[in-house]
C-alpha cells in the first residue's frame, strides 16, 4: 500500500514527492508517463522562475528536480495512469497503463492542461520558436515588436490587452466578426490604439527560418490572403484539462469538477473526496504557470503528510 500516489511529474507532481518524503513519508511513487518535467521542458526559455536567471531553457530549469526528489525517498515509475478510483475502504486505486494496480491511502493529481493548437501550416514545427500559448511566459521575448493574437474568447483578448503593453503592435486574428468574450473586455480592445482587429480571418501558414518564426499568413473572408510579417504568434484557442484519469466507469467525475472540466480544490488543494488533492494548471484558476504548479504542490504534500498521519493512527 502506498502512503501517496502523485499523478503526473510537472513541477506540481515533482514538488509535491519532494515536500512529500522530505516531510517523513515513507512510501510515494509519482507516475509520469514520460520524461519527468513536463509542459515547460518544451520552452525555449523561461525567465520568470525567481531566483533563476540567465538564459535558460524549460530543460535546464527541470533537470535537477527528479534527483533531488529522489535523494529523499521520491519513488517514480515512468507508466501512464488510466484512472484513479476509490474502493469501500476509502482507500484509492492506481489504475495503470500497463493493467496493473497499486492501492494508495491518498492521491494527488498533477497531471496539467494541453492548450489546443489551432491547426494552421506550421504550428507544430515553430512552436516553441515564435508560436506560443503563453504571453506570461513568452510576451516580453517580444518587447517593443508586433505580434500576432490569434482567437475570439476572453483568454485570446484579454492576452492581447497585456501584450499591448509590452509590443509595439498587436495583430488580433479572429475567425468571425463577433467575440466570445465578454462586451467589456471587447471594449478595451477596441479602445486600445495598438491592437488591430483582423476579423473574418483565419490562420493559414506560419513561416519562418532556422531562427523562427517571420510571419504568418490568413485567409480573409472573401478568399484573399493577407501576409503579416511579425516574429510571434499566439494562439489561444481553447483548453483541455487532462482530467482523464479521474473519470469513473459510469462517466462521472471522482470529485467535484467545474463547468470547464478543471478540479475543484479549496485553498489546501483538497478535493471534495478526502484523501484527494489536485494541484498546477488542472485546477480551477490555476494561474498556468511553474512557480504556482510548484506551490500548489508543496501545499497539497503538506496536507497529505497530516491525512495519512491522520489515517494511519486514528
Ligand atoms: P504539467 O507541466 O503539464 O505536467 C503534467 C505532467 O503530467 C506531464 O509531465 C504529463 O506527461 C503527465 N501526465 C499527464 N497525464 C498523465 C497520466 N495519465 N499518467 C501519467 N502522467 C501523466 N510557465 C512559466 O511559469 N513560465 C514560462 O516561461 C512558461 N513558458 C511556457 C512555455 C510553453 C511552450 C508551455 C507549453 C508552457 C509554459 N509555461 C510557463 C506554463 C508551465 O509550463 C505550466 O504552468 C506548468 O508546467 C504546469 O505544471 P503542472 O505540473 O501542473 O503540469
Ligand atoms: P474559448 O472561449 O473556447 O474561445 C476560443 C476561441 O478560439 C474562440 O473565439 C474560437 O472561435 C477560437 N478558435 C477555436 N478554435 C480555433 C481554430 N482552430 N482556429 C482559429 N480560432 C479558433 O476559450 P478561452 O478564451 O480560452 O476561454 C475558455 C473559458 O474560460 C471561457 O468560458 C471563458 O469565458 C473563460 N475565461 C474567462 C476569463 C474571465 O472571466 N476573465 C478569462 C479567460 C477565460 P469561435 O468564437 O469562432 O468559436
Redesign the pocket.
Known sequence: MLDLAIIGGGPAGLTAGLYATRGGLKNVTMFEKGMPGGQITQSSEIENYPGVTGEITGMDLMMPWPQQCQKFGLKHEMIEVTQVSRNSAGNFIVSLGDGTTQEALSVIVCTGSTP?R??FTGEDTFFGRGVSTCATCDGFFYKGKEVVV???????L?EALHLAKICSKVYLV???DT??A?PNTVKRVENTKNIELVLNA??KEVYGDEMGVTGITVVLGEGSVRDIEVPGVFT????DVNNGVLQQDDGTFLCEMSE?GEVMVTLSMATSTPGLYAAGDMRIEAPKQVVSAAGDGAVAALQVIAYVDEKLHS
Request: no cysteine; charged share 30%.
Open positions: 489546443r489551432a491547426g490569434i482567437g475570439g474568447g476572453d483568454t485570446a484579454e479572429h475567425r468571425r467575440f466570445r465578454a483565419s490562420p489561444f484557442v481553447g483548453n470547464r
